[in-house]
């Protein structure tokens, strides 16, 4: 059969959703906040709340993700979207309102706003992107490298002694009774992507439903900040964040 | 019955990063030898007979290039 057979709008079974604008990305080549960005706007285009969905950007690689993901969107100061989006869905609660985070603005400056929000229980949704360095700035530590891991201010590797440990603190949120849901999940292939999809969809439902704060982590990949290339940096994200971040549902209320 | 599947690659858009590669479970999928605009490698359906249209690469993508075609023959 001739390749101009299938290709034919009929036959079509994958595009881009209209809800992703057509700017193209300033990240990495293989940055794992790309797919994630396209996760997000293809469960609110297939939720149908384009109109009623308002997102709350990091200070970060994805402070631009207002560019990308055609929906309402504010830009909080480092670490504080978990406060801007408590002031937002609060004065719009019929609003679908979600923070998209890095580890360092989400578990470094940021990390009072988000376990106070994750205690109320705040009707939002938290996606965190758990890249384990800080990307923006040239690939400092985070709370969240590994342990021997080699960073621009830890040039002979995160010591315990020193830095003290990888902070898990998704584990610290499932503990606060505020939280409804919170899973970890990845994107570095169509199986998990496919997962970390549900993952949304299932956030943002809950937060309709008024039954408090629903955490995604994504682990990530920032294959500048590691020096890898993107299809390496997955493979090192596998056998090295996994183990420490393992994927799973940890709370699911 | 059988799946022969498609995929169109928006050249200009793509980063040559090559997930959508490894995540083809047919390796319909190669990076070009030319370049586009911007200097990246762009993937392309390398050997177009093999693809069943499982959207695997389009999934992954992280720029969102790739639009997939499927028909059941
Ligand atoms: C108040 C304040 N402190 C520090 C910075 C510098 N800064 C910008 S981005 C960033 C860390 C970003 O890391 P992360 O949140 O992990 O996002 P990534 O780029 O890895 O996605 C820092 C410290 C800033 N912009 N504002
Ligand atoms: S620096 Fe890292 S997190 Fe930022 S765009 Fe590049 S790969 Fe992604
Ligand atoms: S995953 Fe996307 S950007 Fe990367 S090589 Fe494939 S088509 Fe290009
Ligand atoms: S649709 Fe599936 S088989 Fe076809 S190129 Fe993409 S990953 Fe390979
Ligand atoms: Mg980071």
């Known amino acids: 059969m001739d390749v101009n057979d299938i290709i034919k709008p009929e036959n079509m079974v994958y595009s881009k959703t209209p809800v992703l604008t057509s700017t193209t990305m300033h990240y990495c080549p293989g940055c794992s906040h790309g797919t994630v960005h396209k996760l997000i706007a293809e469960v609110i285009d297939e939720m149908g709340i384009q109109e009623k969905t308002i997102g709350v950007s990091p200070v970060g690689c994805a402070v631009f993700a207002y560019n990308y993901v055609d929906i309402d969107w504010q830009q909080a100061a480092h670490g504080r979207a978990p406060a801007v989006a408590t002031a937002t869905k609060r004065l719009h609660p019929e609003k679908y309102v979600f923070t998209y985070q890095g580890d360092g603005d989400l578990a470094s400056i940021g990390t009072a706003e988000i376990m106070h929000a994750c205690n109320r229980g705040e009707n939002i949704v938290v996606i965190f992107i758990n890249n384990a360095i800080y990307g923006m700035t040239g690939g400092q530590m985070a709370p969240t490298t590994l342990l021997g891991?080699?960073?621009?201010?830890?040039?002979?590797?995160?010591?315990?002694?020193?830095?003290?440990?990888p902070l898990r603190i998704t584990e610290?949120?499932?503990?606060?009774?505020?939280?409804?849901?919170?899973?970890?999940?990845?994107?570095?292939?169509?199986?998990?992507?496919?997962?970390?999809?549900r993952a949304i969809r299932k956030a943002f439902e809950?937060?309709?439903?008024?039954?408090?704060?629903?955490?995604?982590?994504?682990?990530?990949?920032?294959?500048?900040?590691?020096?890898?290339?993107?299809?390496?940096?997955?493979?090192?994200?596998?056998?090295?964040?996994?183990?420490?971040?393992?994927?799973?549902?940890?709370k699911d209320l | 019955m059988a799946l022969k599947g498609a995929i169109v690659v928006d050249r200009e858009k793509c980063k040559g990063c090559g997930v959508c590669l490894v995540n083809c479970p047919t390796n319909t999928?190669?990076?070009?030898?030319?370049v586009n605009s911007k200097g990246y490698n762009f993937a392309f359906m390398a050997s177009p007979e093999s693809c069943t249209g499982c959207t695997n690469c389009a999934t992954v993508c992280p720029d969102t290039c790739i639009t997939v075609y499927r028909v059941k023959v």
Not at chain 1, 149 to 165: N, Q, V
Not at chain 1, 216 to 241: D, F, H, I, R, Y
Not at chain 2, 29 to 34: D, H, N, S, T, Y
């Open chain 1, 149 to 165: 891991m080699k960073t621009a201010t830890t040039p002979y590797g995160r010591t315990k002694e020193l830095h003290g440990s």
């Open chain 1, 172 to 197: 610290l949120l499932a503990q606060l009774e505020g939280t409804c849901y919170v899973t970890r999940q990845s994107v570095h292939n169509a199986a998990s992507a496919r997962k970390t999809k």
């Open chain 1, 206 to 250: 809950n937060s309709a439903l008024g039954k408090g704060t629903s955490f995604v982590e994504v682990v990530s990949t920032c294959n500048s900040g590691w020096k890898l290339s993107p299809v390496k940096a997955n493979e090192w994200m596998v056998e090295n964040m996994f183990p420490k971040y393992p994927v799973g549902d940890i």
């Open chain 2, 29 to 34: 999928i190669a990076l070009a030898k030319e």
